[in-house]
């Protein structure tokens, strides 16, 4: 009897131990880009434009506070737009909502470049935002139905990582768009990424939640579901979890600049090296999670991951009360932080998609919308409470990763129920 060739055994061998469902790696590698693509350009559309509000509010006669509200309403569309879509894919499936959510934030990214006035503006972004989540809320929900064990939290790490470094890496896009166009061109430039993207999920993201897995009953079922997912009192500790310390980040980003290039005297280009070596310490600690996720809990890994969060922001308010102002001492902390926060995102996501695996959709909604409300309330509170220190910037993120560590413990208990990835895989 010949035997087979060597290639082909562990090929075959391979084939086997795939889950049902689960696309090879050529395809997997192909989808996973796509779907980090369609969670990044949300982000990025958040604050590419920063940069060049002085210009908007003067091209459109408008105050800073009308061109400040331009941003909040992009927010609270992608919070809506969360929250209508992810239980909706699930009675409808994901493929199609993706290319009809790409297409409209490229519609609404080209009235935004062509906006008359600020109130125009202000409801393309909306309409923006309602359009661009359909790409965060369903990454999430196709990764959960797509991947399972301990392929998934490493997935969901690239996904996290993105989040981390997109809100980081739009301003700088940014300025390199308005050193060469007006702040109009921010939005073609968003515009063509949208095109791109319904390219992307046409040829490479295959609808993931065949019919017979859909939710019936319509939208009153898909509803119902997330009402359901409400009540769960440990899926809620996990989403509580991942929305505060999205906050602690949120917070983070709005107030860092000040701080550094005001209160320290960097320069922008000393600060973007700052923000750049923060944003490797949250990749870092991704690639770490991503390497223990299949040998170590993910509760384990979420809980760790939140302790380095608090013991961060807490040696960040340490240092301006006892040292004072210092720039080593806030970068340091800061960097701290940050790395926790890289634990945390992957390790939340994974056991909450996956405890709401029967209805993913409306899990990812959940996730994500709360995520975003949160960010958007902690970000603004920096400047509120004061410019003339870096305590505002400093309590906030300390709350909020306090309160992320209470809902950790008084609603999750992960030490009452195992964590790993197959275990937390089977629990749902």
Not at 1 to 25: C, D, H, L, N, Y
Not at 116 to 143: E, H, K
Not at 192 to 221: D, F, H, K, N
Not at 280 to 287: I, N, R, T, Y
């Given at each position: ?92 499936g994901r493929r199609r909502l993706l290319i009809a959510g790409s ?326």
């Open positions: 009897m010949v035997s087979p060739p060597p290639a082909r055994t562990r090929e075959g061998r391979a084939r086997r131990a795939r889950p049902a469902g689960q696309p090879g790696s050529g395809a997997a590698t192909a989808l996973v880009a796509v779907l980090g693509a369609l969670t990044a350009v949300a982000p990025l559309a958040t604050d590419m434009y920063v940069p060049g509000f002085p210009s908007l509010g003067e091209s459109l006669g408008a105050s800073s506070s009308a061109v400040q509200l331009t941003m909040t309403a992009f927010l609270a569309g992608l919070v809506v737009g969360q929250l209508l879509i992810g239980p909706l894919s699930d009675g409808l297409a409209g934030f490229t519609l609404f990214s080209l009235v935004c470049a062509l906006a008359p006035n600020v109130t125009v503006l202000t409801a393309a972004r909306f309409l923006q935002g309602v359009a661009g989540a359909a790409g965060m809320v369903l990454a999430r929900a196709v990764l959960t139905d797509r991947f399972h064990g301990a392929e998934l939290p490493r997935r969901f790490a690239l996904l996290s990582q993105i989040m981390g470094v997109a809100p980081i890496a739009a301003p700088v896009l940014g300025g390199m768009v308005l050193s060469l166009a007006t702040w109009r061109a921010v939005f073609v430039v968003l515009a063509v990424m949208g095109v791109l993207l319904v390219l992307a999920v046409v040829r490479a993201v295959p609808e993931s939640l065949p019919p017979e897995r859909r939710r019936t009953g319509g939208l009153t079922s898909a509803f119902r579901a997330m009402g359901g997912l409400l009540g769960r009192r440990e899926f809620m500790g996990y989403v509580l979890v991942l929305a505060l310390v999205a906050a602690a980040l949120f917070a983070y980003i709005g107030g860092s600049s000040f701080v550094f290039e005001n209160l320290h005297g960097v320069s922008s280009t000393t600060y973007s090296l700052i923000f750049a070596t923060n944003a490797v310490g949250m990749l870092v600690a991704g690639a770490v999670f991503a390497r223990l996720a299949g040998r170590v809990g993910l509760g384990t890994l979420l809980a760790a991951g939140v302790g380095v969060v608090v013991v961060g922001a807490l040696s960040q308010v340490l240092v301006v009360l006892t040292v004072g102002e210092t720039l080593v001492g806030t970068w340091t902390a800061l960097f701290v932080t940050v790395s926790g926060i890289g634990l945390v995102f992957p390790a939340a996501m994974t056991i909450g998609q996956t405890l709401g695996r029967a209805a993913p959709g409306a899990a990812s909604a959940l996730m994500g919308g709360l995520q975003f409300l949160l960010g958007a309330v902690a970000s603004p509170l920096v400047g509120v409470f004061g410019e003339d220190s870096s305590l505002p910037m400093a309590l906030i993120m300390l709350s909020a990763s306090v309160a992320a560590l209470l809902a950790l413990v008084a609603l999750t208990r992960p030490w009452q129920r195992p964590t790993g990835p197959q275990q937390t895989t089977s629990a749902a």
